[in-house]
């Protein structure tokens, strides 16, 4: 099948398909086109085969039934429901027409940009208080010691009463910067050089 080939020298595991309008009308992945895609052990002769193939179309394997975001979303929402609905990419859509796809890979890429996964620096994971100001006492600290904070995520912690802090910090060496988060943290869950 053509779009299997494609997909696979493409390296894209889904395929919007749009109507002659540019209205989307349905998406075709990787999955479908190998499911209906024939087996080796099959007793058919290769002259059926083709000829089975042949009458196949793209809206015959085709889901209709698509889940769409528009481009405005934010993107943690649209994580939320490829996260929710256990999908791995979304068409994006301004007034029914196709305007892009989100995928998982594009938010790992923003995940890895989120934590600076580029960047060198010491990364640190803090478990902190969950009190107003806390953050900002952190990143004052990191301020004064002359740290340059090339990433900052906060993260769920061990209860309702803290959360974790993962910031990537440049400028400042490890054992200055452990020295002078320490006191703030109720515990320091990890320190390294990246």
Do not use: W
Not at 5 to 26: C, E, F, T, Y
Not at 49 to 73: G, N, Q, W
Not at 123 to 138: E, S
Request: hydrophobic content about 45%; glycine content about 6%; charged content about 25%.
């Amino acid at each position: 099948m053509r779009p299997l080939r494609q997909m696979r020298d493409r390296h894209i595991r889904r395929l919007p398909v749009v109507d002659a309008s540019g209205k989307l009308v349905g998406i075709v992945t990787e999955k479908d086109l190998l499911y209906v895609s024939p087996s080796p052990a099959t007793s058919l002769s290769i002259h059926e085969l083709h000829y089975l193939l042949s009458k196949l179309t793209i809206a015959d394997v085709m889901t209709t039934d698509i889940i769409t975001v528009p481009e405005d979303m934010l993107v943690e929402e649209a994580a939320l429901i490829m996260s929710d609905k256990k999908i791995g990419g979304l068409p994006v859509v301004r007034d029914a027409r196709l305007v892009g796809i989100i995928t998982e890979t594009d938010l790992f890429k923003l995940f890895l940009e989120l934590l600076g996964a580029r960047q060198r620096g010491v990364r640190v994971t803090l478990l902190l208080p969950d009190v107003k100001g806390t953050l900002a006492k952190v990143t004052a600290a990191i301020a004064q010691q002359g740290g340059n904070i090339v990433a900052l995520g906060t993260f769920l912690g061990e209860g309702p009463t803290n959360f974790l802090a993962t910031i990537r910090v440049a400028d400042v060496p490890k054992d200055v910067l452990i020295k002078t988060l320490q006191p703030l943290a109720l515990k320091m869950i990890d320190a390294r050089e990246v």
